[in-house]
Each structure stands twice: as C-alpha cells, then as structure tokens.
C-alpha cells in the first residue's frame, strides 16, 4: 500500500512543479545551449531559484533550460502525466544544444519495485555491460544530435539512515552499469555523487533526508559547471 501511496505522490508533485516556467536559453558570446532533465535531485529547490541548473547558470553566467520534473521517472506508461514530465524521457526536446545534464533511474527503483527483486526492472533500466536499455537509448538519442551528457548520480547519506537505505545495494549497482556507459563514449560524462557527503553529515539533504539541500544542490552545480568548461570546445566567455 505503501508503494501506491509513494507512486500517487510522485504523479502529483510531477503536476505541481511541472507549472514552474522553464528558463529561455541564451546565444549571448556563442554561449553554449544547456538543457536539464531528470527528476526530483535537479528540479529541487527551483522555487526558491537555487537548483542545480540555477547553480550552472551562475557558475556560467548563462541561461539553462530545465524540464527536470520531481517525481519522474525513465519508464513510465501513462501518457497525460508522462507528457507533462513523468516520463523523463519526453522532457527531451530536440534542439541545437551543446549539453543535456541527465539523470533519473531513483523513482523506478525506489517506487517501481521498491529496491526489492528489481533485476528486472534495473536491466530494463540499463543492461549489465551498460550498452542497453531505456537510459543508453536515451543517451544515444541526445548523442546523435549532438549534445554531450552529464549524467548525474544520486547523494549518498553515510553514517544517517534514510527512508531510501534498502536502495544502496541496487543504486550502486545503477552507477556501476551507468559508469561502464560513460566509458562507451568521450562525450558521455557520468558525475558521481558518492564522497560527496561527509560521515553522519544532514547539511546536504533537506529535511526527508532523501532530497538535496541548497548547499547540496550548489555544490553538485559547481561539478557540472566544472565539466563543461573542462569539456567545452570553444571559450564563449568575455
């Protein structure tokens, strides 16, 4: 029941968020064309205007598009609330971007099976040898327009139990598939999240212990914002 209860939230926070207005990109200097997408770890925290994607934004003086939607899902089946974000991946929209910053997979395990007998669900999700499945077929599609990938992997909470610690076993197995991806493809970028957290340390959670906090969300920005410019063909700042 528990479960049904967890996915009916999920539904409706993805309804709710998803009336915050995306930010316009920017051509300004040849900036690079950014587009967020993903679920409840980017979209936290943009009411108040200090998410992930604000973060980049910041660190890179440029506008970023953000469609990430809490709440959302790689597989989902329903088409209403699957095209208002539920499914992450119609938040993809086609378009002469440079960087797609990824992630999602949490929801499917945590609330699709529960972090419970998911084999099937995580080979669904990304096969074993990391070249299969709804995320590499994803990454593929935005790869061949183009863009580079980030991926980005979920916080830990060392030390601190949280409603999500029966996951550890199955989202460290996601990374590892999701980080024999990145290694498919120069232009996939997987960003690991783990070390992040200090021992017993709360400041980079909010209060659920499960989303990130604004210390949290700036400090998982300044690594994105660090890749790009890493990773960025051409200097588009003055």
């Not at 993903?38 to 604000?54: C, E, F, K, V, Y």
């Amino acid at each position: 029941m528990t479960i049904y209860l967890l996915r009916l939230l999920a539904v409706l926070s993805v309804i709710s968020v998803g009336a915050c207005s995306s930010a316009t990109t920017s051509t300004k200097n040849n900036a690079p064309q950014i587009l967020t997408m993903g679920d409840s770890l980017l979209a936290w925290n943009r009411n108040s205007g200090r998410s992930i994607s604000d973060a980049v934004e910041k660190g890179l003086g440029i506008a970023v598009v953000d469609r990430s939607r809490s709440g959302a899902f790689m597989r989902y089946s329903l088409p209403i609330t699957g095209a208002l974000g539920a499914d992450i991946n119609k938040q993809y929209v086609s378009g002469d971007w440079d960087w797609v910053i990824l992630n999602g997979g949490g929801n499917d395990l945590w609330l699709g099976c529960g972090c419970m007998k998911c084999d099937r669900k995580l080979e669904k999700l990304i096969a074993k040898n990391g070249q299969s499945g709804t995320v590499p077929n994803l990454v593929s599609k935005i790869r061949s327009e183009g863009a580079q990938v980030i991926y980005v992997g979920y916080l830990r909470t060392p030390g601190v139990t949280s409603p999500v610690e029966h996951c550890t076993d199955e989202g460290e197995e996601f990374e590892r598939r999701l980080e024999r991806l990145s290694k498919s493809d120069r232009g996939i970028h997987f960003l690991s999240l783990a070390g992040m957290v200090p021992e017993g340390s709360r400041d980079y959670h909010w209060v659920d212990l499960v989303h990130p906090s604004v210390l949290a969300s700036e400090e998982i920005g300044e690594r994105i914002t660090n890749i790009i410019l890493n990773n960025q063909l051409a200097d588009y700042r003055p």
